[in-house]
């Protein structure tokens, strides 16, 4: 799950489609066995398996279709070495694991992303007083021009306008797709290693024998990690964090417009959906959401930082206590 406002976003509507298929999809015995304890290395294209051969059910069952393409991929096989590399390197139970790979994931990957979203975002509104200034500009210089403000006029005032804000946004570097790049590197990033727990607990079409250990990995409430939450305390954790993020970013904006307003509540429907899809999934991707939610927003505080601001040599002005004046507005909005 994506965090928001100046740190990574994590919302989107495609996740939908894949959880729908985590929750339904049925789980295919195990067909790759070794000795408790050790795992197994996939050899060649993953045809066989230390000598043993794979039966795979991606290819011959329909049911599996897409999704046993996408858990097979190379991206989720990666996200399985690092998980297991993690646990084998640390000693440390899969739950503590778990938190560990999401926390180095999140700050050594995600985090100078989501510090350069910062930036960009930054230099484009910096150029929004000049922008505006231009369009006045040339808004006049067009309709002396023409003489009228026809629709010709419109036209070209408009196309004019676009050419210009393209070359300021050449000339300081901050074309504001590149801001997106954190999306399109973390929502990859968070169903790959999403699917590799799926695999690793339900020992599919994966060279690794990890159930048993997985299933007695867990800590407190949750001590299988091959089992959905019982309890429900992982997904109501993950759906409330998903909502604090989305009511910190939305006290940013003072004045939403109609489409922002629409767009927040969607998010706010989309936190609250996750956590009866959290509550189906084994307790392994729960935890992993939920940890990815919450190293999220503990970026997002940190990139408020004053002290990483002016690291990041940010051109708009910011406040210099960012956290009393959150907490300020958030009681401002909510304690009436």
């Known amino acids: 799950m994506l965090s928001v406002g100046g740190s990574s976003r994590i919302f989107s ?30 050899s060649g294209g993953g045809a066989h398996v230390s000598g043993v051969r794979a ?18 991929s190379t991206p989720v096989h990666l996200c399985e070495q690092l998980l297991v590399s993690v ?11 778990i938190c560990v790979a999401t926390l180095s994931v999140r700050t050594l990957v995600t985090l100078p992303l989501a510090a350069y979203q910062l ?19 040339l808004r006049y210089e067009v309709s002396v021009r023409n003489q009228s403000v026809c629709p010709p006029a419109r036209f070209q005032f408009k196309k004019n306008l676009r050419r210009i804000v393209s070359q300021l946004y050449i000339r300081d570097n901050c074309h504001p797709f590149k801001a997106s790049l954190l999306v399109w590197v973390q929502l990859p990033l968070w169903i790959s290693l999403s699917l590799a727990l799926r695999n690793l607990t339900q ?10 250990a997985l299933a007695a990995g867990g800590a407190l409430w949750f001590p299988d990690l091959t089992i959905p939450d019982s309890t429900w305390i992982l997904p109501v954790c993950l759906g409330l964090t998903n909502l604090l993020i989305v009511e910190v970013f939305s006290l940013q ?11 927040l509540n969607t998010v706010r429907g989309f936190s609250l959906l996750m956590i009866p899809i959290a509550a189906t999934v084994p307790s392994s991707m729960a935890l992993y959401w939920f940890a990815s939610s919450l190293v999220g927003f503990s970026h997002n505080l940190l990139l408020r930082s004053p002290s990483i601001r002016r690291l990041l040599q940010l051109s708009t002005p910011h406040s210099t206590s960012p956290y009393r004046d959150l907490l300020t507005a958030f009681i401002a909005k909510y304690h009436k």
């Open 13 to 42: 509507l495609p996740v939908r489609g894949f959880c729908s298929v985590v929750i339904y999809r049925k789980s295919l015995p195990p067909v790759i066995t070794s000795s408790p304890g050790n795992y197994l290395h996939r």
């Open 55 to 72: 039966l795979s059910g991606g290819s011959s069952d329909a049911a599996g279709g897409w999704y046993s393409s996408l858990a097979n």
């Open 87 to 97: 646990q084998e390197a640390s000693g440390l139970p899969w739950w503590f694991s």
């Open 119 to 137: 930036v960009v975002i930054s230099k484009v509104e910096a150029l929004q007083t000049e922008i505006s200034e231009l369009a006045k500009r």
């Open 203 to 212: 020992n599919y079409e994966v060279g690794y024998n990890l159930q048993g």
């Open 253 to 263: 904006r003072v004045a939403a417009s109609r489409t922002q307003r629409l767009v």
